[in-house]
T-cell receptor
Framework: GESVGLHLPTLSVQEGDNSIINCAYS??????FIWYKQESGKGPQFIID?????DKRQGQRVTVLLNKTVKHLSLQIAATQPGDSAVYFC????????????FGSGTRLQVQP | DTGVSQNPRHKITKRGQNVTFRCDPI?????LYWYRQTLGQGPEFLTY????????KSRLLSDRFSAERPKGSFSTLEIQRTEQGDSAMYLC????????????FGSGTQLSVL
């Protein structure tokens, strides 16, 4: 079936720099997207979400961009901090009445001091 | 703590044994989900409940797996005749009804089948 995937398995950035984590999705029917952060030994933690009728949404230090033309999603983290080190997952709701999220395989963000 | 609670945090069992995990969702959430996660992978959907009704099951949920939510509050996930391939983190999540898909996850139960 169609699934969500990520371009880079590991991203290493310097503290204070901006980070960009990318995600490609293939189901054009998906109408809701969400980013989660997962630290070791913990469950995924919500970061930010976006519906398909938007192309940008901002939170505290985070921005999600949605490009439906090329089916691409990105998470931007401003002024990356050591506490941002974790695995980041994008997930989609594939619409058609489905209530479950489909997750990609994750990108590990490593913040160098 | 008013988040999603899962017990136990870790479970080690021998192949062929049965195991049961418990999930207590956020109290006002009437939708509850079970996911499975293996190392380096994203969570994979197993099943979900709206109140006590189990509304969707993944093909990953073989006949050795059963989930219940008898009173629409806590849920249990049982795996019978465990296999080494069942070793994974089992995650529970909950959310409110009304079309919101933002799931709140617990910390999971890590299952190791020897």
């Amino acid at each position: 079936g169609e699934s969500v995937g990520l371009h880079l398995p590991t991203l290493s950035v310097q503290e204070g720099d901006n980070s960009i984590i990318n995600c490609a999705y293939s189901n054009s029917a998906s109408d809701y997207f969400i980013w989660y952060k997962q630290e070791s030994g913990k469950g995924p933690q919500f970061i930010i979400d976006i519906r398909s009728n938007m192309d940008k949404r901002q939170g505290q230090r985070v921005t999600v961009l949605l490009n439906k033309t090329v089916k691409h999603l990105s998470l931007q983290i401003a002024a990356t901090q050591p506490g941002d080190s974790a695995v980041y997952f994008c997930a989609e709701n594939e619409g058609a009445g489905r209530r479950a999220l489909t997750f990609g395989s994750g990108t590990r963000l490593q913040v160098q001091p | 703590d008013t988040g999603v609670s899962q017990n136990p945090r870790h479970k080690i069992t021998k192949r062929g044994q049965n195991v049961t995990f418990r999930c207590d969702p956020i109290s006002e959430h009437n939708r509850l989900y079970w996911y499975r996660q293996t190392l380096g992978q994203g969570p994979e959907f197993l099943t979900y409940f709206q109140n006590e009704a189990q509304l969707e099951k993944s093909r990953l949920l073989s006949d050795r797996f059963s989930a219940e939510r008898p009173k629409g509050s806590f849920s249990t996930l049982e795996i019978q005749r465990t296999e080494q391939g069942d070793s994974a983190m089992y995650l529970c999540a909950s959310t409110e009804d009304g079309g919101r898909e933002k799931l709140f996850f617990g910390s999971g139960t890590q299952l190791s089948v020897l």
